[in-house]
């Protein structure tokens, strides 16, 4: 039986599935090799038999996202079909991640993953830049406003002062569930110091990286320990 996502807790990791060989190897896993899964369903969208096929075999919950093309999202998915693909599969989610952005279009899905006990995640994710931490705290804010059980933030740093926002806002704003993430040259850095200071769900790929930054989500759970305050 699949162990189901709860918002507060230990770091955890996320093992992210974008490609049909990571979705594949998502299928593959077993407790103790990550977490959770997140299955990008944006990357799906012309593929969703594979989905159809992979994902009630996977071990691990499953976080589903179908993301915003703004913030990443792959296809340039209007959003009638961001929200079908979220809904065919929202009964095998332990965990739904929508971006802040599209709380209001994605509405009636947050509502029902509410009434399924499914966690609900609203994102905000800036591949530029890391906005400034009054900025941030404002976001966490109306996320938490929005019914979010989990805040997450993944951002650009562009140097030493951009990590230090995160990390300020991980312990100012951590009492409640959040995670923070860092892109870019210092987002391998960043990920491990904002796990060790409590950031909740901590992302690694699953085949090749869709970010700069990230490790691969084995070696980043065993870094996670080695780390681990």
Partial sequence: MKQKLTPHGPPLVVATAHTPRGLTEAAALRRGQADIVEVRLDCFARRADDVRSRLPLMRLPAILTARHPAEGGAGALAPRARRALMEEFLPLAAAIDIELRSASVLRHVAADAARRGVVRILSFHDFRRTPPLARLRRIVADARRAGADVVKIAAFLRGPADLAALLQLQALEGASPLATMGMGPLGRVSRLALAASGS???????DRPQVPGQ???????ALMRETRP
């Fill in 200 to 206: 909740r769900l901590n992302y690694g790929y699953l």
């Fill in 215 to 221: 490790w691969p989500a084995a070696r980043l759970r």
